[in-house]
């Protein structure tokens, strides 16, 4: 062991010594010289002519002014615009003033083609490619309606272009492109594509503002898309970290994923756009993980998932949206976690199309028309748990034909209102366990469905002995209905049934009027047993029952002990 307070080095640190300078000198002898820093127009009168002249590593320096060239990177070259980081009216002053021009469709090739570990910092890249702005125009008007549905990965000529490099790209602005901005694309398999985009501005662009396909894995970050033609940021079979953009006014989705893609979205801001301010579409294999992103006051969803993908949906706010703040379609099966859906046109959380949903944690308040919405399908099916749907315009939850929903411990309620608080249509089940359902109007459950009630609690907070109908669980003609466990207070009735099916056991009925359970006309032998009423009204009942009976005993009336 060699001391550091010894005086003198010992023969053994001596030889430590110069066996550490044996290493060292091979090691000084093979380093590189020193980058160079070549200038435009300076040393060099094109962008082009630099770029050839330069070596891995180098630095090539633009000048402010317009280029009308595209330009070929190299490998491990750095083009950054001569400047520093005062800001613009859009982006970097430096940026705004130093201008890759590609000749609109004159020039062959993309405006600038990446290399691997290449770096382009803070220029404006435009006219690459035909802008129609009167295309532009017509689709912007129908939210998109009649564009081709084609792949974002289609052959094209971007603003800027990644093959297969792993590179970086800051602080450009790529507009009036005739495709998309910037694109990128993984070209082989054992070679990874992995660039950093970085605060760049892409705007007006025929395809997206920023592109990822084909199997890339970039790290999008703090861009700002807007006004492209499809989506500001779209993906088709890749899987990019997407953080921290803002996408705005785009013809479709501020975020658009597909065909596959399995990027990881979080912490941007999506409003404004035409449609949804994130869209996934298109096969079970897309399957992204959507996390704590703000999606507001897009021309429809927040977030919508359609076409059998199967994203992620965690922790997001949506908001002020036109229809809704979550929505679900076309055999899509997301999975739907802690999001805060408020506010928006119709639904909080909206499932149509024979989707399959888990809706778990989530808040639903402030909606026009409903907390959660199930428009009428074939066969849809949704799991909610422990979710707060509460003070939504019309209803907490509308279940259409067609579905099957299972609800567990999730608070259903509404201050005020006449509509009901839960709807269940014929053709649809509703199978309630360990939930709580309050609030006022004509009914906690209006169904004319079928509905399996178990260990909810039912808690009335107005109730009306004459005039509309105040019932907990008001059961139309040709519902279903299965009561067991359940506690309930504070309505007319716990049941006012015509012309149903019913079976009710070992509830708890207190706060009533007249009768807890009113039944009409069944359908089939009322079997209404074991249950328990409680009043201190020696005229109250627990059954009035006007039609065939099946088993009705075991019913007691108690006086309250308050």
Request: include cysteine; charged fraction near 20%; charge should be positive.
């Amino acid at each position: 062991m060699c001391s550091i307070s010894s005086h003198r080095p010992s023969n053994v640190c001596r030889l430590h010594l110069l066996g550490l300078l044996s290493l060292f000198i091979p090691l000084l002898a093979i380093t590189p010289l020193a980058a160079n820093t070549l200038r435009v127009p300076a040393d060099h009168k094109t962008i082009q002519a630099a770029v050839d002249a330069a070596t891995n590593g180098d630095t090539i320096l633009v000048s402010a002014g317009s280029y009308k060239e595209r330009i070929h990177l190299k490998e491990g070259v750095t083009l950054k615009s001569d400047g520093d980081e005062t800001k613009g009216k859009l982006g970097l002053k430096r940026a705004e003033t130093t201008i890759i021009d590609g000749g609109g469709n004159q020039g062959e090739g993309a405006g600038v083609l990446m290399a691997e570990r290449a770096t382009l910092d803070g220029f404006t890249v435009t006219n690459i490619g035909v802008y129609d702005d009167a295309k532009w125009n017509k689709h912007h008007a129908t939210h998109g309606e009649q564009q081709s549905h084609e792949h974002i990965g289609e052959p094209g000529t971007a603003g800027i272009a990644v093959m297969g490099a792993t590179c970086i790209i800051k602080n450009n602005i790529v507009h009036h492109i005739g495709y998309t901005g910037i694109a990128i694309q993984r070209t082989t398999d054992d070679k990874p594509c992995t660039p950093h985009v970085y605060r760049n501005i892409c705007y007006r662009n025929m395809g997206g503002g920023i592109g990822s396909m084909r199997k890339s894995t970039a790290v999008i970050e703090e861009n700002i898309c807007f006004q492209n033609f499809y989506a500001g940021i779209g993906h088709d079979d890749a899987s990019p970290t997407v953080i921290n953009n803002i996408c705005y006014e785009n013809i479709r989705s501020g975020i658009g994923i597909s065909e596959g893609s399995c990027a990881f979205v979080r912490g941007n801001k999506c409003y404004n756009n035409r449609r949804a301010g994130i869209g996934v579409r298109t096969y079970a294999s897309t399957q992204p993980l959507l996390e704590d992103n703000d999606c507001y006051e897009n021309d429809m969803a927040g977030i919508g998932a359609s076409e059998k993908s199967a994203p992620i949906i965690r922790n997001n706010r949506c908001y002020k949206n036109k229809l809704t703040g979550i929505g679900a379609q076309s055999h899509a099966t997301p999975t739907i976690i802690g999001n805060e859906c408020y506010e928006n046109g119709r639904s909080g959380i909206g499932q149509q199309g024979d989707a399959v949903t888990i809706l778990i944690n989530n808040h639903c308040h402030h909606n026009k028309a409903s907390g959660l919405g199930f428009a009428p399908c074939k066969s849809g099916r949704s799991t909610v748990i422990n979710n707060r749907i509460i003070d939504n315009g019309k209803i907490a939850v509308g279940i259409n034909p067609g579905w099957t929903v299972q609800l567990s411990g999730n608070e259903l309620a509404r201050k005020g209102g006449m509509p009901p608080i839960l709807m269940v249509f014929k053709g649809s089940e509703a199978i309630l366990t360990n939930n709580v359902i309050r609030g006022g109007g004509v009914a906690g459950i209006r169904v004319t469905g079928k509905v399996r009630a178990e260990n909810n609690e039912f808690v009335g907070t107005a109730l009306r002995k004459i005039g509309p109908p105040n019932f907990a669980i008001w059961a139309l003609p040709g519902s279903d209905i299965m009561l067991n466990g359940n506690k309930i207070q504070g309505w007319r009735h716990a049941l006012q049934a015509n012309g149903a099916t019913v079976f009710a056991t070992r509830n708890q009925i207190s706060k009533f009027h007249g009768a807890a359970f009113v039944i009409q006309q069944p359908t089939s032998p009322a079997n209404v047993f074991g249950n328990t009423a409680i009043s201190n009204n020696p005229k109250d009942q627990v059954l009035k029952l006007d039609g065939e009976a099946g088993i009705v005993n075991n019913n007691n009336l108690k006086p309250t002990t308050d």
